[in-house]
């Protein structure tokens, strides 16, 4: 699977961006998608996921501000972002799970997409 971010950029505190995330090559088995950020100095953490049949799981710092969705048919993900905070900074990267078998599972990462909150 190969997996390529856009829409990241500049946006104020109180601000809106939406990243997108589209999905090619041999995209079958994928069960899971999700959002994961990385600020300067700090670990990678979890943003957001969905499956399958669209249950979503969101970090508790996200929860209210950020919605992720995602469109089979188009086979793209994305990841609406509001209310942003100076916090929110960082570089984001989407990616995939393909789950083939119980003992393999395979997971794809994008490039990253810079966010940058600031006025």
């Known amino acids: 699977v190969q997996l390529q971010a856009s829409g990241g950029g500049l946006a104020q505190p109180g601000g809106s961006l939406r990243l997108s995330c589209a999905a090619s090559?041999?995209?079958?088995?994928?069960?899971?998608m999700g959002w994961r950020r990385q600020a300067p100095g700090k670990q990678r953490e979890l943003v957001a996921t969905?499956?399958?049949?669209?249950?979503?799981n969101y970090a508790d710092s996200v929860k209210g501000r950020f919605t992720i969705s995602r469109d089979n048919a188009r086979n793209m993900m994305y990841l609406q972002m509001n209310s942003l905070k100076p916090e929110d900074t960082a570089v984001y990267f989407c990616?995939?799970?393909?789950?083939?078998?119980?003992?393999?599972?395979?997971?794809?990462w994008g490039q990253g997409t810079q966010v940058t909150v600031s006025s």
């Open positions: 969905i499956t399958n049949g669209d249950i979503t």
């Open positions: 990616y995939s799970q393909q789950t083939f078998s119980s003992t393999k599972t395979v997971v794809s």
């Open positions: 090559g041999r995209i079958s088995n994928i069960d899971v």
